[in-house]
C-alpha cells in the first residue's frame, strides 16, 4: 500500500503536498550544484535602476526619451535585439501637447500664428509616436503580461499570435490559459518587430523554476519574451512543434519546439503545461547590467553594445520586479529572461518529457517491491545498508540523467518511499521482534539464559514446546555427602549456602549456552540442544562441566571465611537421543527431558564418588567430542542396565595438558590393560609407580583394594572387565 501512495502522488492522482516541496528542494540543490557560475556577454541588461531615476526622474519616463535610447542603441551602438521587460500601456501626454490642442480648438482657435507653429510642433510632441516611429524597422521586441484577474481591464493590443485560434482543436496539449492581458498601446506594438509574454510559472511554494514558451489567450497561442526575442534574433522563423507520437500506446503528446535558422536547429523542450525549465546561471549578476542613463548620455564605450542583445528592466526596489528563485529569495524578473534566452542559444535546457512520469512509477515500482520483499529478510544493519544504497542509487540514476542527459527525474517520492518502507520495517520488526521476545523468555527465561533468548527471537521458527526427539547432552551435578552438610546447619544458612554455590554453577551452565531443566534440592540438571539446536551440545556441556568444578574450588576459601564445609561435587555427563519439550500434567507442564540417556547421565554423577574423581562422561559423550584428553576410568554396567559401557574422565582440552599428565595417563592406561588380562602384579606395580606420581589420586588406591580383592576372590575366566553397580 505504500507503494502504491507515492506511485499515485507520481502518476498525479493526487498530490503530496510534503512530496512536492522536497521534490522542489532536489531540484533547487540539484540546479545550484551544477550552474557554470560564469558571465554571458552576450546579453546586456540595461537597468532602469537607482541612478538612472535619479537622472532621469520616476518611471515612467516620457517617450521622447526611449526614442532616443533607441536611436542611441541601434545608430551609435549597433546592438542585434532589444526586448522591453516592460509594459506601455497608458498614452504619454507628458509632452504637453494635449493642452495645446485644447487650446488651440478653443480661446486660440482663431489665432493663426498659434494655429501654424502648433501644426509645426505637433509632430515633435507626438511622443508615442515618435517611439513608435523610432521601433519601427528594428528587432524591437515589446512584453506584456497576461493575466485571470476578472476584475482588470484589458489594456492595449496583443501582437499576431504564434497559432492562430483553433490551431490546437482537439490536441491533448495542456496549454497554460490566461483570460486577460495588459499590453502595448496600438501603434507602439503594430510598429514593433514582435512581442512576448513576460509571465513565468510561479510554484506552490512561490518560486520561479519554469516560463511557459507558449500560452493560450483568447483563443490564440503566444511566445514568451525570450522566444520572441530568439526568433527576432534569428530573424523570426516560425516556431514548429516538435510531438511525440507512440502508435502502439496511442501515446501522442508535445515535447518540444524547434526553431530553424542559419543551417541550424535550435530545439526547446517544453513539459505537460509548455514550460521549459529555467536554466540559471548563478547568482544575480551573471549577465552585465548597465544603467539606461549611462546610454541614454554616451557614458558607455560603443564597442561594449556591439551585437549585443539587450534587455531593458529594472532592478530598483519600487518598481516591484524581483521573484523568488532556487538560487536567490530576491532576484531580478529581467535575469529569468536572460537566463531563458541564454539557454536556448546554449541549447542546454533541462527537460521532463511526458515519459519521465512513466519512468518515475517503473522505477517507485522497482525498488518499492524489492524492498518489500527483501527489507523483512535481513538484520537491521543490512537493512540500514540497503536501504543506504537504494538511496544512493536513486540520487546517482537522476544525478547522471541530470548532468548527461539534461533530463529532470523526480527523486522526491523514491526518497520518502525508501526512507518509510525502512522505517516501517524497522518498526514492525522491533514490534514483532519485542513481542516474539516477550513471548520466548515467557516460556524459556526461566530455563535458559538472556543470549540465548535473543536468539532464539530471531530464529522463533526455530523453537517450539511441543515434545520432539533430539541428539542432545545432559548433565546432572550434585553435592556430595550433602545430608552430612544440612544437618550441621540452620535453616537460614543452609538457604544461604545454596545461593551461594548454585547461583554461579547456573552461570557457568548459561555462559556455555546450556538449559538448566531444574534444581533438585542440592542438584542441577542441564542439557544442551534444545530449545535452539546446537551442533557442539557435547562439548559445551563438558566445559561447563569442567568450569564448574573449577568455579567451585575458587568459592571455598570464601566458604571457610563463613564458616561453612568444603564443597564438592560430583558431575555426569551423558550424549544420545532424548525426548524434550512440554512434559507433565493438566495440573503443572514443564519443559524437559526424558530417556534412557538421561538415566544415565544421573548414573555417571552417582558413580563419581566410586572413583575419587569429579566428571564422568558416557561413551556416546567421548566418541562425540575429540578435542579434550580423556582417562578412561573402567568399564561398568549400572543399575537399570545390562549393556556395559566405557565411563571417561575429560582431564582438559588436548591443547592444555602438559607432557607429564600425558605420559601419567598413559601408565594408567597401560595398568587398565594389564588389570582386565588379571595380571594382578604387573597391574599392580604399575598402580605405585602411579601412586608415587600423583598420591592424591583417589583413582590409583580404589584400583589397589580391587586388585587385592580379586586376588582373594578371583573373577571367573571369562570376566571381561566389567564392573557391576548394584545401586545407584
Known amino acids: 500500500m ?23 528542494i532536489v531540484y533547487d540543490y540539484r540546479l545550484r550544484i551544477s550552474m557554470p557560475r560564469t558571465l554571458d556577454d552576450r546579453i546586456v541588461i540595461l537597468d532602469i535602476d537607482e541612478k538612472s531615476l535619479k537622472e532621469e526622474g520616476r518611471w515612467p519616463w516620457s517617450r521622447n526619451h526611449l526614442a532616443a535610447l533607441m536611436d542611441q542603441l541601434f545608430d551609435r551602438y549597433k546592438v542585434d535585439v532589444v526586448g522591453f521587460d516592460v509594459v506601455f500601456a497608458e498614452r504619454d501626454n507628458s509632452s504637453g501637447l494635449d493642452v495645446l490642442q485644447k487650446l488651440g480648438q478653443g480661446q486660440l482657435k482663431s489665432d493663426q500664428a498659434f494655429q501654424l507653429a502648433l501644426d509645426q510642433i505637433a509632430p515633435q510632441l507626438e511622443y508615442d509616436q515618435l517611439f513608435a516611429e523610432k521601433i519601427k524597422g528594428r528587432k524591437v521586441v515589446l512584453g506584456y503580461y497576461l493575466t485571470n484577474q476578472k476584475s482588470q481591464s484589458e489594456s492595449g493590443m496583443l501582437p499576431p499570435p504564434a497559432f492562430p485560434a483553433g490551431a490546437f482543436k482537439g490536441s491533448l496539449v495542456a496549454f497554460t490559459t490566461w483570460n486577460g492581458y495588459g499590453a502595448n498601446l496600438p501603434e507602439l506594438q503594430s510598429a514593433a518587430y514582435s512581442g512576448g509574454h513576460f509571465n513565468p510559472l510561479v510554484d506552490s511554494d512561490g518560486v520561479v523554476r519554469r516560463v511557459p514558451m507558449l500560452v493560450e489567450c483568447k483563443g490564440g497561442y503566444y511566445p514568451s519574451l525570450s522566444l520572441a526575442m530568439v526568433q527576432a534574433m534569428l530573424g523570426q522563423p516560425k516556431i514548429v512543434l516538435g510531438m511525440a507520437e507512440d502508435k502502439s500506446s496511442g501515446y501522442a503528446g508535445l515535447e518540444w519546439l524547434e526553431l530553424f535558422a542559419g543551417g541550424r536547429t535550435y530545439k526547446i523542450p517544453v513539459d505537460q503545461d509548455v514550460a521549459s525549465f529555467i536554466p540559471y546561471r548563478g547568482r544575480q549578476g551573471s549577465f552585465r547590467y548597465i544603467s539606461i542613463s549611462d546610454v541614454l548620455h ?78 523483512p529478510l535481513l538484520t537491521p544493519m543490512r537493512a540500514i545498508l540497503a536501504s543506504v544504497f537504494v538511496f544512493a542509487l536513486s540520487q546517482a540514476l537522476t544525478l547522471g540523467i541530470w548532468q548527461y542527459a539534461d533530463l529532470v527525474m523526480p527523486i522526491a517520492n523514491s526518497l520518502v518511499m525508501v526512507a518509510l518502507l525502512f522505517a516501517l520495517n524497522m518498526s514492525y520488526g522491533y514490534f514483532v521482534e519485542s513481542r516474539t521476545k516477550r513471548q520466548i523468555t515467557n516460556l524459556f527465561g526461566q530455563y535458559v539464559p538472556s543470549e540465548l533468548v535473543d536468539e532464539m527471537s530471531k530464529r522463533p521458527d526455530s523453537v517450539s514446546m511441543v515434545g520432539e526427539s533430539r541428539e542432545m547432552t545432559v548433565l546432572f551435578s550434585d553435592v556430595r555427602g550433602f545430608t552430612t552438610i544440612s544437618e550441621g546447619l540452620d535453616p537460614k544458612e543452609l538457604s544461604m549456602l545454596m545461593n551461594e554455590f548454585l547461583t554461579p554453577l547456573s552461570r557457568v551452565v548459561y555462559k556455555h549456552r546450556g538449559t538448566i531443566d531444574k534444581y533438585m534440592g542440592d542438584c542441577i540438571m542441564a542439557f544442551w540442544g534444545a530449545p535452539l539446536p546446537d551442533g557442539n551440545h557435547a562439548k559445551n556441556a563438558i566445559l561447563a562441566g569442567i568450569e564448574m568444578q573449577l568455579t567451585l574450588k575458587n568459592l571455598q576459601a570464601h566458604f571457610k571465611e563463613r564458616g561453612w564445609p568444603l564443597i564438592k561435587i560430583g558431575v555426569g555427563i551423558n550424549s544420545g537421543r532424548v525426548s524434550v519439550g512440554n512434559m507433565g500434567s493438566e495440573v503443572r507442564v514443564a519443559y524437559t527431558v526424558m530417556g534412557d540417556e538421561v538415566n544415565l547421565a544421573s548414573r555417571l554423577e552417582g558413580i563419581t564418588k566410586q572413583y575419587g574423581v569429579g566428571i564422568i562422561v558416557g561413551e556416546n559423550t567421548r566418541n562425540t567430542v575429540s578435542d579434550f584428553v580423556y582417562r578412561e576410568l573402567d568399564h561398568v554396567r549400572v543399575k537399570g542396565k545390562d549393556k556395559p559401557i566405557a565411563i571417561y574422565e575429560p582431564l582438559g582440552l588436548q591443547s592444555e595438558i602438559d607432557k607429564s599428565t600425558l605420559e601419567e595417563l598413559k601408565l594408567f592406561h597401560e595398568m587398565r590393560r594389564l588389570y582386565i588380562k588379571q595380571n594382578w602384579e604387573q597391574a599392580e606395580l604399575q598402580l605405585m609407580n602411579l601412586q608415587r606420581i600423583s598420591p592424591e589420586t583417589e583413582l590409583y588406591e580404589i584400583y589397589m583394594d580391587r586388585i587385592a580383592h580379586f586376588r582373594k576372590s578371583p573373577p571367573p575366566s571369562d570376566w571381561d572387565g566389567v564392573f557391576v553397580f548394584e545401586t545407584k
Open 298 to 375: 554616451e557614458r558607455v564605450d560603443a564597442e561594449a553594445l556591439r551585437g549585443k542583445i539587450i534587455l531593458v528592466g529594472t532592478t530598483a526596489p519600487g518598481l516591484l520586479d524581483m521573484r523568488s528563485t532556487p538560487v536567490s529569495e530576491v532576484y531580478p524578473g529581467v535575469e529569468v529572461h536572460a537566463n531563458m534566452i541564454a539557454g536556448i542559444l546554449d541549447q542546454n535546457l533541462k527537460q521532463q518529457p511526458a515519459y519521465m512520469l512513466g519512468a518515475e512509477v517503473l522505477w517507485l515500482l522497482l525498488i518499492g517491491i524489492t524492498l518489500s520483499v527483501v527489507l
Open 2 to 24: 505504500l507503494v502504491l501512495l507515492f506511485v499515485g502522488n507520481a502518476a498525479n492522482f493526487y498530490r503530496l503536498s510534503l512530496v512536492d516541496r522536497l521534490s522542489a
